[in-house]
């Protein structure tokens, strides 16, 4: 990674605060303040893998110089984004069952990770219900794609 870790939490910030801006209007906002369950797609001028990286960068942050661990974190943050998608219940799981067949002492460790990450997304993007379907992480550009997700 090129990006000096001090030049990367000032884009992050600046980017927040845009989508801060541009995602939610007034009306929207006030909306979400009173029924929080209320979910928003994002402005189609908001790039989905900025998002994304935002929602991913607390959890990647301590292995952001080795690219493979960094791919396993989004990979991770991409199973989390999407089982947050999911009925509560039905997330956990979903969660237990894709991992079920990992040894022990690595699925005590994946659980509470997935669980903080889904947590995350509803505390921080819980207005975003794009399901991500892939991502591509070269060190230097993220690329996500994605389409609605529509719960039936």
């Not at 029924?35 to 402005?43: A, R, S």
């Not at 040894?103 to 947590?119: K, V």
């Amino acid at each position: 990674m090129s990006k000096s870790k001090a030049s990367r939490e000032k884009e992050l910030k600046a980017r927040k605060k845009a989508q801060a801006s541009v995602i939610l209007s007034p009306f929207q906002a006030s909306i979400l303040q009173k029924n929080p369950k209320v979910t928003f797609d994002l402005n189609p001028s908001v790039r989905m893998s900025d998002v994304f990286d935002d929602f991913a960068t607390p959890f990647y942050r301590s292995v952001e110089t080795d690219l493979k661990e960094v791919n396993k974190v989004f990979g991770l943050a991409m199973v989390a984004w999407n089982l947050s998608l999911t009925d509560g219940e039905l997330s956990d799981q979903l969660a237990i069952e894709l991992f079920y067949d990992l040894p022990q002492d690595q699925f005590c460790t994946i659980i509470p990770i997935l669980r903080d990450m889904i947590a995350h997304k509803h505390a921080h993007f819980s207005h975003v219900s794009r399901l991500i379907t892939k991502f591509n992480f070269d060190g230097q550009k993220l690329q996500v794609a994605h389409h609605e997700y529509e719960p039936k």
